[in-house]
């Protein structure tokens, strides 16, 4: 059952939350202790009420999931977890979780209850309505970001970071689509109803559309931050997130992946290596220079 609770709670897509470094990392603070361990606290709140959100999904998805066939595998869906035990360890995960964060810092906290409002009406209803269940998903991300800026004292974190996350997040979401309408084919509005609003052909221009938007923006940021004026080593990042777009796009596209980006970035070796390497430059540029 525990094991069960676990793999409901998918800890694989905790990956995702890494996303409130980003204020950190950015405002040029990731070796300021305090700073780090106030942010650290609450990558791990937002883990812990996005796995509340994960279990209150399952439950609202349970008879679409069974019919699903990769999806009816999930604890809840094969039986492996009650629906008992679901309802009350995602209540106390919420309530432990909102405790925890007001007293973390206010401000945090009203971030963690509107994301878990936002997620929850996206479950239930929001997932349903084609273009729209994107757009949540990526304010989903920027949400992350922002709350990374509640807890800490930011100085120089520019405003172009919620433009780049924005369009990465639209990005990573239309190919998520795309890569289930792929994969389910004519029957895929019986698995996922919004479906039935998409088209590979509509799914690709988007694709190609959020993809050119991201690296351009992400470029603009490099060269209109706060430091842009006395230094432009920024822009040498751009190359590696050139790669990352391009890369997630062939998998897209020719390995026919994408329909779980979290389990992308965990397997693909290449992508995983122009990431780590973007960091790197990313460190160097803020930290060393």
Request: hydrophobic share 55%; charged share 15%; proline share 4%.
């Amino acid at each position: 059952m525990l094991t069960a609770l676990l793999n409901t709670m998918r800890p694989r897509h905790w990956t995702k939350n890494t996303f409130i470094f980003a204020a950190l990392v950015f405002d040029g603070k990731l070796f300021h202790l305090p700073d780090f361990l106030r942010t650290l606290a609450g990558f791990g709140l937002f883990c812990l009420i996005s796995s509340a959100v994960y279990i209150f999904n399952d439950l609202f998805d349970l008879e679409a999931d069974r019919q699903h066939p990769v999806k009816r595998d999930r604890p809840l869906a094969s039986g492996k977890l009650s629906i008992p035990v679901a309802i009350a360890a995602g209540s106390i995960l919420t309530l432990v979780t909102l405790a925890l964060g007001y007293w973390l810092a206010w401000q945090f906290d009203l971030v963690l209850l509107v994301y878990f409002a936002m997620i929850l009406a996206y479950s239930k209803w929001l997932k349903h309505i084609p273009i729209l269940d994107v757009l949540v998903l990526a304010a989903g991300f920027v949400l992350r970001v922002h709350a990374g800026t509640t807890l800490i004292t930011v100085e120089r974190f520019s405003p172009w970071m919620y433009v780049v996350m924005t369009l990465l997040a639209l990005y990573l979401g239309f190919g998520k689509r795309r890569a289930e309408l792929a994969l389910l084919a004519e029957d895929a509005s019986n698995h996922r109803k919004v479906l039935e609003g998409y088209t590979l052909t509509l799914l690709d221009q988007l694709i190609t559309i959020v993809s050119g938007t991201t690296i351009v923006a992400y470029s603009l940021y490099t060269f209109f931050r706060p430091e842009a004026p006395t230094s432009h080593t920024l822009m040498l990042t751009i190359p590696f997130v050139v790669y990352g777009v391009f890369r997630y796009l062939y998998l897209i596209q020719v390995k026919h992946s994408g329909g779980a980006p979290e389990e992308v970035l965990l397997s693909d070796r290449p992508l995983q290596i122009a990431i780590f390497l973007w960091g790197l430059a990313v460190l160097a540029v803020f930290y060393l220079s």
